[in-house]
């Protein structure tokens, strides 16, 4: 079995003197989509955002075989992580094809080419949109915008930070129909989701977090079939969306 892609280990972040993540420890192999679900404040963003090196923490944290702990962001996204946050965080005055090409800065230029012509077959959208600007966009747009320019800089990990947030149904839907199809391609992809079911389904293991902890682990399936579970955890019920 190969070694996992990510390793976090009793990871803890605080707010001054209030720690809100609770050494939490977990493992993402390579091609491998693994979920963090749980409700609204049990820590999930701030987790992805240290693991990212956006907040400090303490604990360890290696990534493709090497402590990263004490890495830049910018050393981070150098080795191959990648998080499209809750926000998107676009810049909504240029254009969509600025905004892709700005995901690829690190590239020369024929490499960057190459990587915004593979962005424009997975997403034809967005192609069509191409001198659009960005703040123009509908929602689930905007979503496949930021995953565009991620993956333009061809990451070893891309990071997830609830895709589905603010959107319809049905763009919901898009939107994990090209998580599936990532995953297709061999993409490792951390998925934190408030949506647990959507992201049940498109996992292959998950974390259930609950106030900074980690209060399960196990296959996707398994936990997705424990509706008292999800129930106890998520209070989402059997409901889809």
Same mark, same amino acid.
């Given at each position: ?62 990534? /493709? ?20 946050? +809750? ?10 094809? /600025? ?17 915004? +012509? ?112 999800? +129930? ?10």
């Amino acid at each position: 079995m190969s070694e996992p892609l990510l390793i976090v280990d009793s990871l803890r972040v605080a707010y001054g003197r209030v720690e809100v993540v609770h050494g939490v420890s977990l493992t993402v192999g390579p091609s491998e989509v693994v979920t963090v679900i749980g409700a609204n404040g049990a820590g999930k963003t701030t987790f992805l955002n240290a693991v990212m090196g956006i907040l400090p923490a303490r604990g360890a944290i290696a990534f /493709d075989g090497k402590p990263v702990g004490d890495a830049s962001l910018e050393e981070r996204v150098a080795s191959g992580l990648c998080l499209v946050p +809750e926000r998107r965080e676009l810049f909504s005055d240029m254009s969509v094809r /600025d905004n892709l090409r700005l995901g690829g800065i690190r590239q020369s230029a024929d490499a960057r080419a190459e990587a915004l +012509e593979a962005i424009y077959q997975r997403f034809p959208r967005l192609k069509e949109r191409r001198h659009q600007l960005a703040g123009t966009l509908s929602g689930g747009e905007r979503q496949m915008l930021a995953m565009g320019r991620a993956l333009m800089g061809r990451p070893k990990l891309l990071m997830l930070d609830e895709p589905s947030l603010g959107l319809a149904p049905r763009i919901i839907d898009e939107v994990f129909e090209i998580i599936a199809d990532l995953k297709r391609a061999g993409v490792a992809i951390l998925l934190v989701e408030q949506n647990a079911h959507a992201a049940l389904a498109a996992a292959s293991r998950a974390y259930v977090m609950e106030l900074g902890e980690v209060r399960r682990e196990g296959s996707a399936a398994a936990i997705r079939e424990d509706s008292s579970l999800v +129930e106890s955890y998520l209070g989402m019920g059997g409901t889809t969306y």
